[in-house]
């Protein structure tokens, strides 16, 4: 009872706020997501992902130990793929010498103690744009399925610790896990996307892998007959709880800091890691208004990836991972 008990006692200075801080971020906390393309000494900014970049295999290599260097230990591969190598069923990711199977080679050969995850999707592959085959005008689950759980194989053979399935297909999960079971890559994770919400949040994304839906006839105009729809809250535990049952072992959900009611519900639900993507709309956000000098990019971004944490996020996938642990220095 006042004035027995003053709780400005505790904040009354530095040394005792850090010393009773409930929610610390730390290098370990996060997953960084990396886009990869095409070429040699390539490093290119992506325009509405100011200060991140789309890089060749040499720089993927170069990035990889500095992140290591800083005590980020683990990296989410996503390429860009040229449009000549699209097709509606993503043949190209198949492709033992394609892309991604060469960047996860990469990231090993440079640093093998790096955990690397990869995205498990069509839109980069597809010549639609969309996360699964497209076929008069809807996408098709289980058949879009069978190829997700192909191309983690293919992941895992290259070297994969995890597999990210992003596409929100139902029952993918288990045929992914039934998948790397029968090629006994029992080690191999999954990471389910398992709360991701059809959002608006998503465009410098797409800018970073041309990977938007096409506009055109019996073609979906949006991919919100998979993905979840942004209202929603109970959906977001069952899809996730089925995850879990399928063989997920870590969940996440996307976007970040509008859904971190979703991700309290989740995380006192389940009993596995839970994930956020603090995804590229919200980056792109705080460097655009950091750049008219609305606020101060720092205290936001960290006050930011704090609220991610203390809504219970075990892991944080954000571009701003690098920033934030040279910030900790």
Avoid at 41 to 54: A, L, Q, T
Avoid at 140 to 158: F, V, W
Avoid at 275 to 291: D, F, H, N, P
Wanted: charged share 25%; glycine share 6%.
């Amino acid at each position: 009872m006042y004035p027995l008990r003053r709780n400005r006692r505790l904040r009354s200075n530095d040394a005792i706020r850090h010393l009773v801080r409930e929610t610390i971020i730390t290098p370990s906390d996060f997953l960084v997501p990396l886009f990869v393309v095409e070429g040699k000494g390539v490093k290119e900014e992506i325009p509405s992902m100011p200060d991140y970049y789309r890089l060749s295999l040499d720089n993927l290599e170069k990035e990889v130990k500095e992140l290591w260097s800083l005590g980020l230990c683990a990296v989410l591969l996503f390429v860009k793929v040229p449009d000549n190598l699209k097709d509606n069923k993503g043949s190209e990711a198949l492709n033992p010498n394609g892309l991604m199977q060469l960047a996860i080679k990469t990231v090993k050969n440079a640093c093998p103690e790096m955990l690397v995850m990869t995205d498990v999707a069509l839109d980069p592959y597809s010549s639609f744009g969309h996360d699964g085959i497209v076929q008069d005008g809807k996408i098709l689950n289980d058949e879009t399925s069978e190829i997700l759980a192909e191309m983690s194989i293919s992941h895992a053979q290259a070297g994969a610790n995890f597999v990210a399935p992003s596409d929100m297909m139902d029952g993918r999960i288990l045929t992914i896990r039934e998948a790397l079971e029968e090629e006994e890559l029992y080690d191999t994770g999954i990471m389910a996307y398992s709360a991701k919400y059809a959002s608006a949040f998503y465009g410098p994304f797409r800018d970073a892998l041309d990977s938007a839906p096409v506009d055109m006839k019996n073609v979906p105009k949006d991919k919100k007959t998979y993905q979840m729809d942004s209202a929603n809250r109970f959906e977001a535990i069952k899809e996730t709880q089925m995850d879990i049952e399928e063989g997920a072992d870590i969940v996440m959900v996307k976007p970040g800091l509008c859904y971190l009611d979703i991700v309290r519900e989740i995380k006192n639900e389940v009993d596995v890691p839970v994930a956020v993507y603090q995804v590229s709309g919200e980056y792109a956000m705080l460097k655009a208004a950091a750049e008219k000098g609305w606020f101060d990019h720092d205290a936001v971004m960290m006050e930011q990836l704090i609220a991610i944490k203390r809504a219970g996020a075990n892991i944080i996938a954000s571009y701003f991972a690098k920033d934030a642990v040279k910030l900790m220095g």
